[in-house]
């Protein structure tokens, strides 16, 4: 029945073809989500000409990651309510003027600012401000593919975003290559239109609902809590994994393309873990597949720990954990539509997100900690075991069904 009271649902921007929508945000998303994943290529040479640890970039990272994830929600319901257009503006501008901060850093302080920026930025242009427009441009049967694409253009966007930056690195040093990154992320302002235009009513619902009672909502549905403790272990594993592999293989002896290279790899096989996630909808519960993603990345973690270290080791690992890297997203945004709707979709996706950014605070907070106590991330190694293994219990005993109020609103609409 929610699925008659979903496709009643008009898109925004009714007059864009759904391709057209998802070919524009899903391009933002890889500009975004792809230049946001090679910040770790700068640990090194920025905490060497600064002249401080690794703990300053890493909590300057962290605090990104949590900002983005608390501004994920304020500017998921603007995009609900007036179009993500002025959002992905906003997101934009201000990724733009934090990169501009790291290229003119002093002072470790300076790196901590632009974190801030940073993290309103990737908020403002990421998958959170754009899983609404796409979620509600598309049918309730083609919803779970049509979210798999923003993922999987975030795997296109890591993939050609490494060597990319990479290459102007090597050319124009850490420095000049952030201006390259300023110059790429201006793509997004154009790009924007495709996606601006208030949302129509929603004609399936029995009436529109309030940002308060969507919210309240939520909080009381115990299958949304479960979704949003295992979104936080995802957090932790993908921030931790990209910013610091980079220094881990530096600390193995290995040459910095062995990371680039693995990083990359990252990246491709994302895409088609994302695609099989979104694919595995049409016939398994999403909560199973999401439990096997988290388990299968346990084999990952104990990899790098027992297994000789070598660059065949690290890209070979970096391939299993891509398999199940972001393929995460379709499964765990297609089922906040599943228990609550389309209206609020990017909001209440957002509370989901803001978990998954406190767990990426944590993270990247702890490895630099561990890392600076310990000189070595194998306690981070264990650490990520345990919890790939509790979120893969966690989303167990999650019911996938509408709330109350979904089920009794669509044979009102009939």
Known sequence: MQAKSDAATPAPGASRPLWVIILAAGTIVALAMGLRQVMGLYLTPMTTELNVGREPFSLAMAIANLIWGVAAVPLGAIADRYGAGRVLALGALSTMGGIWLMYSAQSGFDLIVSGVLLGIGVGGTGVTALVGAVGRAAPPEKRPQALAALGMAAGIGGFIAFPYVHLFMELLGWKGSLLVIIATLSLILPLAYFLSGKPQAFVGL?????????????????????????????????????????????????????????????????????????????????????????????????????????????????????????????????????????????????????????????????????????????????????????????????????????????????
Request: aromatic residues 16%; contains cysteine; charged residues 10%.
């Open 206 to 414: 029995q009436r529109s609902q309030g940002l308060g009672e969507a919210v309240r909502e939520a909080l009381a549905y115990p299958s949304f809590w479960l979704l949003v403790l295992g979104f936080f272990v995802c957090g932790f594993h993908v921030a931790f994994y990209s910013v610091h592999l980079p220094a881990f293989v530096a600390d193995k002896g290995l040459p910095p393309t062995v990371a680039v290279a693995a990083l990359t790899a990252v990246g491709v096989a994302n895409i088609l873990g994302t695609y099989l996630a979104g694919q595995s909808a049409k016939w398994a519960p999403k909560r199973y597949g999401l439990a096997f993603i988290y388990f299968m990345r346990t084999f990952a973690f104990l990899g790098l720990l027992y297994l000789p270290i070598n660059s065949v080791t690290i890209i070979g690992i970096s391939v299993l954990l891509g398999l199940f890297w972001l393929s995460t997203v379709p499964l765990t945004s297609a089922m906040v539509a599943t228990f609550f709707g389309p209206q609020w979709m990017s909001m209440l996706f957002g509370v989901v997100f803001l978990s998954h950014q406190l767990g990426s605070f944590t993270g990247l907070w702890l490895a630099g900690q561990i890392y600076d106590m310990t000189k070595s991330y194998d306690m981070m190694w264990w650490i990520s075991v345990g919890l790939a293994l509790f979120a893969a219990l966690v989303h167990l005993p999650i019911r996938e069904k509408p709330v109350e109020r979904s089920r009794q609103a669509a044979p009102a609409a009939a």
